[in-house]
């Protein structure tokens, strides 16, 4: 069985500062990890997955992550963000060649302010 | 294409009633999952669909239940509403046999039990 952990609940940040929203996970099995998004009622938006090889996955709005297996972590990280970024961020965990389910957090909510 | 479309949006129930919510899949997609997303909360499992049979169930009660059609588009049921149902109900669409890792997300439908 798989758990996430999504450290902060609330992360607030102004415009244009640097911004780690932080997630832990516990398998027994090697793992699939990702980062969904969420906009208000809104479904999810996958915004970066890591599947294998390189351990640091960008998403195409500038958002990476990096998967380290020793510290059992998938941060995701921004180096600017913009008021457009708030939203709720999810990080989830499926188990590689088992279970097809994905297993979530309990989200961050980032809010940028100006 | 119109990726993975739900229906209806919102609707209010009340106690002990019976619900019915409906799915379609991202063409090609073969495989249906349910998730549920109290307030506040991430989206937890509740059941998966794949060649009109249930593939895999989280942990929800019997009350919960789901159908697939020959066209892929699935339904999820519950009977016996309660207060604690209230939720965003979210169906995701994937290829069988890639996992979460390629699972795409609808706009939810919104449940009020009163």
């Known amino acids: 069985a798989q758990s996430v952990t999504q450290l902060d609940s609330q992360v607030p940040v102004f415009e244009e500062a640097p911004v780690e929203l932080r997630c832990n996970y516990s398998s027994s099995v090697s793992v699939y990890l990702f980062w969904y998004v969420q906009y208000p009622n809104q479904g999810l938006q996958l915004l970066l997955k890591y599947l294998s090889g390189s351990t640091l996955v960008e998403s195409i709005n500038g958002f990476e992550a990096e998967f380290n297996k020793s510290q059992t972590s998938f941060h995701l990280r921004k180096p600017s963000v913009h008021i457009s970024d708030t939203a709720e961020y999810f990080c989830a965990v499926s188990g590689v060649g088992g279970s097809e389910k994905l297993v979530f957090g309990k989200g961050t909510k980032l809010t940028v302010n100006p | 294409d119109a990726g993975v479309t739900q229906s209806p949006t919102h609707l209010i129930k009340t106690r002990g009633q019976q619900v019915t919510l409906r799915c379609s899949p991202k063409s090609g997609h073969d495989t249906v999952s349910w998730y549920q997303q109290a307030l506040g909360q991430g989206p937890q499992f509740i059941f998966q669909?794949?060649?009109?049979?249930?593939?895999q169930r989280g942990n929800f009660p019997d009350r919960f239940s789901g159908h697939q059609f020959p066209n892929y588009s699935s339904e999820l049921n519950v009977n016996a509403l309660l207060l604690g149902d209230s939720a965003l109900y979210l169906c995701?669409?994937?290829?069988?046999?890639?996992?979460?890792?390629?699972?795409?997300f609808g706009q939810g439908t919104r449940l009020t039990v009163v």
């Open positions: 995701a669409s994937s290829p069988v046999g890639v996992g979460g890792t390629e699972a795409f």
């Open positions: 669909y794949y060649e009109e049979e249930e593939r």
